[in-house]
């Protein structure tokens, strides 16, 4: 038995307005008495006074018509402290380990007369004390790791008759002793019972603000060790489908959940079919999960690993009684039948443009699911994909884009054409394509014109020109390695030899050369750089993706609108759908409030951070009035003044980050000039895109204020990626006289030359901002402090550029840095371990002090990565040291010993076996370092300072620094090792 919760009725208790709750239903009245009798008894969430609310009077006078009330009057007057220590006790006795597979409890005793016959005739604390008892050894056995346990028969839980009085108590009492019994523990407890179903609906329905945490456990806890089909999964699967039925508006939440944890793939698919929202946005949705992983290189998503897996084992369609059941090959079932009732739907619309738009959407979804997943056609399916195709009835703005799709299509699933009545069909389409392309281009332009890609299509299959085919098709369907080659035979055949002879296409051939010079002098379609002023993108994007079962339709074609020309406004975007701050009610400042607290900062902060606070809890939209107050007004200050509180500054980063969202243009503009206001000048987004580095000029105060350095690189983030966009448009908008002899691959180049440049020039001035300053070394330990949260943001930030480019993180390194750096990078960047990769090409370089830098690099990546493989690359740093330590010329020499000695010492300690080859080095440095101070004679420091001939005296000290670096090397090797332990037992046993 499920639970049947209103959506309206949770609704209203997520809210809890009292007048509509009192309109509700006996039966929804009923479901709502734990969590209202709570609230009027205790007088909780009500008006308070001396006497009672108008509120609480209406609530008492509908509750006293129920005879339920007088039970849950007498568990509210239980005496829960006592509770709390008798729960404590019941779980300190299920601790021990022999009665932890056994059913006895602290909580009850004598039970001869059975659990049931107890329970009816109880007082409210035995009742309790019941429910208690099975509860918390449910709880303790989940709880052990020891064995697994997906169910348990109770005659109480089980029973039908007593699910009210149990939903009264479980609600109740865990609103009581919250800390004891989390809610969270409790719900993933219930799925043990056959009415779970029933009992955490309703449990949540009494604690509704307890929703999304509940349901984020739930999916959390399903482990990959349990059983995809068992009865825990599929009561796991009800119980948040029931969930979901009561609150609808928790879809793309669960989706999302669901997505990124990569788990409950039957529940996912279930609820995305039957959402009226999410069923829409399906093919949008699966089509886009599998195009991320695939820009990404990454593995296939959990999810579409499950669907391929899927149609692997699916009977067919016509068993369609066996889709209900929790498996795989129901799954493919599922999905099959949604195909085909969108296909039936589609073929019997009358392909107004709203219709085409969805065919093309599942256009795309069905090619995927054949391609990627390995999904085959049935019967019924492939004519009704035919009549959709060849279809010719459509006439309107968005036949031509159908059309170009359509036959994509056809190239990508030749099987669709398997039948000589399907054949027939597409040859048909392709002579009416061929007869009305005047008439389409005449009505609708030659943008889109289906004309050409017929033609290319022609070209290329009579060139054998096999993958420029694939490239077309994949252009077309927006889908990556849309075509394998192999299974183009049966097209190629059709259009080379019935289609488009020899003779057609020389004739085609000279309209093709002439409309591709038209095409390379038509301007390339960009959006008004006026547009983002006029309109808030970036709030746009906030309200659709909060609001995705509103806004289904729009907002997938939003996205792809985004991504193609803003593709920085996207890390911006909220990655699930109730990840948002929390708002608050509490009144807004006025304009002129705000300016009186920020001119009254250094002698009254208090009332700034009150405001500060207000606005950080506020909606985005909300802020964008007050944006112009807090940058041109406030941030000077904060940067002009050290003294001011850290809470202030914390405060106004967080109130900016989430102001951010709204309006990323003009908030970084703004946030640009006050950065820079030193140099006078008035700069706009265009110059910061086409300059990011301009941005790094910035005041030092800014480097040495973490908050407003978050922000900075926050703006350096996006400008980066804007010019990156940026860059490329201009390739495309200039193509340059030799695009007509090459690909532009030489442009390309130069374009990721430029970008790299830019880029590593950044991280360059980020990382000497690491540096301490003069007055850092001397200072207190506040400022070290602040050092170093300095140090850790910036290396944060660095790791993001690393990973999002790795060959950025290689160039960095062949171009060279601060050796004092690199202990700091090595330890706070993560994928410094890429540089492993690398490592043996840079020691190749000639430049003795890259070579250095290497060795320095690679002794510090030892320590922090201590793996075996390592040792072949200090083997070699080892045969490089030797090698150099024979060729170079003195001065090299001593500098070169006196660096690396230290980084040899580091390997060594890391890989003893490596340490008699070191010693050896070590060694060889040294008598060579004798040998220079036998011959100039025995030199003290003094008296090296002290010589009038300036090269000898640098000389000297240099041999005196190589000769104490060796002197330091061996004594930590000697600290450090195994053979000092045993020379000290040696020393303490003579």
Avoid at 764 to 785: D, H, K, M, T, V
């Amino acid at each position: 038995m499920a639970a049947t919760v209103s959506p309206r009725l949770f609704k209203i208790m997520q809210t809890f307005n009292v007048e509509q709750f009192l309109q509700a239903s006996e039966e929804e009245f009923i479901a709502c008495l734990p969590a209202v009798s709570r609230i009027a008894l205790r007088n909780s969430h009500l008006s308070q006074g001396q006497s009672l609310s108008h509120e609480r009077e209406l609530l008492l006078s509908r509750l006293i018509q129920y005879p339920q009330v007088g039970f849950l009057h007498d568990l509210l007057s239980l005496d829960f402290s006592e509770l709390i220590n008798d729960i404590s006790k019941e779980k300190q006795f299920r601790m021990k380990s022999n009665v932890s597979k056994t059913e006895e409890s602290t909580l009850i005793s004598n039970l001869s007369r059975g659990i049931c016959v107890e329970f009816e005739e109880g007082n409210a604390l035995r009742k309790v004390h019941l429910v208690l008892s099975e509860m918390l050894f449910v709880v303790s056995k989940v709880q052990s790791s020891q064995s697994k346990f997906s169910s348990k028969n109770s005659a109480l839980f089980n029973n039908q008759s007593y699910l009210n009085q149990l939903v009264a108590i479980l609600s109740i009492v865990q609103a009581e002793v919250d800390d004891k019994l989390p809610l969270t523990e409790l719900c993933e407890a219930l799925l043990r019972f056959e009415t779970c179903s029933t009992l955490v609906p309703l449990l949540l329905l009494n604690k509704a603000h307890e929703f999304y945490p509940v349901c984020s456990a739930l999916v959390r806890a399903f482990e990959t060790s349990e059983e995809k089909y068992s009865i825990l999964c599929q009561r796991r699967c009800e119980v948040l489908l029931e969930c979901y039925r009561m609150n609808p508006e928790s879809a793309c939440f669960l989706r999302d959940l669901c997505i990124e944890e990569g788990k409950l793939h039957h529940f996912l698919l279930q609820m995305s079919l039957i959402d009226v929202g999410l069923r829409r946005n399906f093919p949008e949705f699966f089509v886009s999960l599998c195009e991320e992983r695939e820009k990404q290189n990454g593995p296939k998503s959990p999810f579409v690993l499950h669907l391929k897996n899927a149609f692997r084992r699916s009977p067919s369609v016509s068993s369609s009684q066996s889709s209900a059941l929790l498996s795989d090959g129901g799954d493919a079932l599922m999905l099959k039948e949604y195909l085909l009732e969108q296909l039936v739907a589609l073929n019997r619309s009358a392909l107004e443009p709203e219709d085409l738009v969805r065919a093309i959407a599942q256009l795309r979804l069905q090619f995927v699911l054949k391609n990627v997943l390995g999904m085959k056609f049935e019967d019924e399916e492939r004519s009704h994909v035919v009549r959709l195709l060849t279809n010719q009835k459509h006439n309107n703005a968005f036949s031509l884009t159908f059309i170009n799709v359509s036959l994509a299509f056809f190239i990508a699933c030749p099987l669709v054409v398997s039948d000589n009545t399907s054949e027939n069909a597409f040859k048909s389409w392709i002579h009416f394509l061929l007869d009305h392309r005047e008439v389409y281009e005449s009505a609708y332009g030659s943008q889109n014109a289906f004309g050409e890609v017929l033609l290319l299509l022609a070209l290329h299959f009579h060139n054998n020109q096999l993958s420029n085919v694939s490239q077309l098709v994949s252009d077309l369907l927006r889908v990556r390695g849309a075509v394998k080659t192999s299974s183009l035979a049966k097209m190629k055949s059709l259009f080379v030899q019935e289609l488009f002879p020899e003779p057609v296409i020389a004739e085609y051939e000279d309209t093709r050369l002439h409309d591709s010079k038209m095409a390379a002098s038509r301007p390339l379609l960009q959006y008004s750089g006026t547009l983002h002023e006029c309109i808030s993108i970036e709030l746009l994007l906030l309200k659709g993706h909060q609001r995705q079962s509103q806004y289904a339709d729009l907002y997938p074609r939003l996205m792809r609108l985004v991504c193609e020309y803003y593709p920085y406004l996207c890390p911006h975007i909220p990655t699930s759908s109730i990840s948002q701050l929390r708002v608050t009610s509490s009144p807004l400042p006025t304009k002129s409030e705000l300016r009186q607290a920020i001119d009254g900062l250094l002698t009254s902060p208090k009332l700034l951070i009150k405001m500060l606070q207000t606005l950080r809890r506020s909606e985005p939209e909300a802020l964008m009035p007050f944006a112009d107050e807090l940058i041109t007004r406030l941030l000077p200050l904060l940067i002009r003044e050290a003294q001011v509180d850290r809470i202030v500054v914390d405060l106004f980063k967080d109130t900016w980050m989430k102001l951010n969202v709204a309006m990323l243009r003009k908030l970084s503009v703004l946030t640009l000039r006050a950065f820079v206001s030193q140099y006078g000048l008035t700069l706009c987004w265009d110059d910061l895109v086409h300059d990011p580095l301009c941005l790094l000029r910035c005041q030092e105060r800014v480097y040495r204020c973490p908050p407003l350095l978050e922000i900075l690189l926050a703006i350096l983030s996006t400008a980066l990626s804007a010019s990156r966009v940026r860059l490329g448009y201009h390739l495309k908008q200039h193509p340059g006289r030799e695009a007509e002899n090459s690909n532009g691959q030489e442009r390309n180049e130069l374009k990721n030359t430029l970008i790299s440049s830019q880029e590593s020039a950044a991280v360059q001035l980020l990382l000497e901002a690491c540096l301490p300053r003069e007055n850092e070394r001397e200072e207190s330990q506040r400022c070290f402090g602040v050092l170093r949260e300095v140090q850790s943001i910036i290396c944060s930030f660095l790791h993001q550029l690393f990973i999002e480019d790795p060959n950025l993180l290689r160039l960095i390194h062949f171009q060279g840095y601060n050796p004092k750096l690199v202990p700091l990078t090595v330890a706070s960047i993560p994928s410094m371990h890429i540089c492993f990769d690398f490592i043996p090409e840079l020691m190749r370089q000639p430049h003795l002090e890259k070579i250095m830098f290497c060795v320095e690099l690679l002794s510090h990546l030892c320590q922090q990565y201590r793996l075996p493989v390592v040792i072949h690359l200090c083997k070699l740093t080892i045969d490089v040291t030797s090698t150099l330590l024979d060729v170079l010329i003195q001065d090299e020499l001593y500098e070169f010993a006196m660096r690396v000695s230290p980084a040899l010492g580091r390997m060594a300690q890391v890989f003893p076996p490596l340490i008699d080859s070191v010693i050896t080095l070590l060694v060889q440095c040294g008598r060579i370092a004798e040998a220079h101070v036998n011959l100039s004679g025995s030199i003290s420091t003094g008296e090296a300072i002290a010589y009038s001939d300036e090269p000898v005296a640098k000389r000297a000290k240099k041999v005196l620094s190589c000769v104490a670096a060796i002197q330091n090397t061996f004594k930590t090797l000697l600290e450090e090792t195994e053979i000092f332990n045993r020379f000290k037992c040696d020393q303490v046993t003579s």
